[in-house]
């Protein structure tokens, strides 16, 4: 009948179909062939671990390492702020503590010193009696007289403007020389003022010598050998 002629011809296109070489691939994976849906798994598990070792290998830097061109480096657990700021308290030396030290000093002002005479002086020359000078010396500043020549008993008259900074220790030295010819200069004796004495008033002071070695001094006459200074505190800077 035409129905059963009508399902034959049904399952001879349907055959046809089956076997013609022009049939479309099936896009699901389940219909593809066995070796196919192998070779899809094993490419998909190599991508699978190709991405897993690069997104360890570049994992994002944490939040305290700093990035510095390709490499990252961790800072150290220490401040660096307060590390830098006791290096340089270290080397600072504390204002205040400048300050104390220079309380001592006072401010600076000049000291006239006159050299009138000196008497008794030893005889140290060959043929001659003594050519004298004095030499004054206060820290850093040093004076000399005129030299006189051939005498015992030298008179000079001559003033010299000395600055001052006035310390508790700071000391005026007065030495009494001898010139040579040859050879280096004899010391006769020498005589220490404190500052802070002379600071106050003029004073005229005849005051005994001392030699090198801590005795007095003693002149050609065996008479102990006598300086006499004046000294005048005075104001502004020497001229």
């Known amino acids: 009948d035409g129905s059963g002629q009508g399902s034959s011809l049904l399952r001879e296109r349907a055959e046809a179909a089956r076997t013609s070489p022009l049939r479309p691939r099936a896009a699901d994976d389940s219909k593809q062939p066995e070796a196919g849906r192998e070779e899809i798994k094993s490419a998909k598990s190599l991508t699978l671990k190709t991405d ?71 005889k140290t020359g060959v043929f001659g009696k003594c050519d004298a000078y004095v030499r004054l010396s206060l820290g850093p500043e040093e004076r000399r007289s005129a030299v006189v020549k051939n005498a015992y008993d030298a008179q000079w ?8 900074v006035t310390t508790p220790d700071s000391r005026l030295v007065a030495t009494v020389m001898a010139r040579r010819s040859m050879g280096k200069d004899l010391e ?46 005075i104001k502004g800077t020497p001229s």
């Open 52 to 122: 897993t070792g690069s997104s360890k290998a570049r994992s994002p830097p944490s939040a305290n390492s700093v990035t510095t061109g390709s490499t990252s480096k961790v800072p150290s657990t220490g401040s660096p702020r307060r590390s830098s700021l006791k290096s340089s308290e270290s080397g600072m030396a504390s204002p205040r503590r400048k300050a104390a030290g220079n309380v001592r000093f006072q401010a600076a002002w000049t000291l006239r010193v006159m050299v009138r005479e000196c008497r008794h002086l030893a």
């Open 157 to 164: 008259a001559e003033a010299f403007d000395v600055p001052v």
């Open 188 to 233: 006769l004796g020498s005589v220490s003022f404190k500052v802070a004495d002379l600071a106050h008033q003029a004073t005229r002071q005849t005051v005994k010598l001392e030699t090198p070695r801590g005795e007095v001094a003693f002149g050609y006459d065996g008479a102990e050998t006598e300086l006499t200074l004046w000294f005048a505190p």
